[in-house]
């Protein structure tokens, strides 16, 4: 199945950044295709490099970009939500991309389904 | 930057929902559902935007935001209502929307019909509910 996603949150404060790494993972390793990931509203902070947990705890930015680059995933961060919060080429973190809502409705059509995250 | 990536939609309609359940100004939630409903228009889908629990204060007629010192983005819902009669009229164009106001969520505040800034629909729960179960695509905030 080709699986688009949405993730809706950022990476700490909810959990929802978690569940949909967890699922990408595990879709991809059932064989199913993830087309695209799309990061909205404060889940564009998901893509922030300047992002420094402690280092006992998980770095979702860094998980998300190794799952990106190994399985060439497309993560894309939409472009009016990661303005706002000051989510710019800059501080992009590796394996992501900035470009357009029109992305998320994209993906809409394209998969069989879309799998959003959030609360 | 990653390369830009496009998938071929040509030719497919969907079924999209926008599900608006939140106050407008306390989140960003309903600012941002906003935006992603009018990029959707320029790729002709349908569309129900629905507003349920305090989410049906987004589109309640004399926002005032001054106090609050918010954009005041209320008056934008009438381009949804021009997107959705643009796709009535058209009968070329394959597209057809809806702008639902769940009926106990509307009632429960003491709200009707002449409140919204909006003409909608007045659909109870359990309608709605079946109405969601036909969505290929449900988005929230």
Redo the contacts between chains.
Sequence with gaps: MKFGILVNEGPFTHQASDSAYHFVKAAIEKGHQVMRVFFYYDGVNNANKLSAPQSDDRNLVKLWGELATEHNVDLVVCIAAALRRGIVEDNLADGFRISGLGQLTEVGIAADRLVVFGD | ?????????AG?T?K?MYVNRKAPYGT??AL?VL??VL??A??E?HACIVFVDDGVYQIKKGQDTEAVNMKNFSKTYGIIEMEKEDADEDEDMDMEWRIIVEKESMEARGLSPDDFVVAVEVIPSDELAVIMAEQ??????
């Design positions: 930057m990653s390369e830009e990536i496009e998938f071929d939609t497919i969907k999209f960003i939630y941002e935006e992603a990029i959707s320029a790729f889908q290929e695509i449900v988005i929230s905030g």
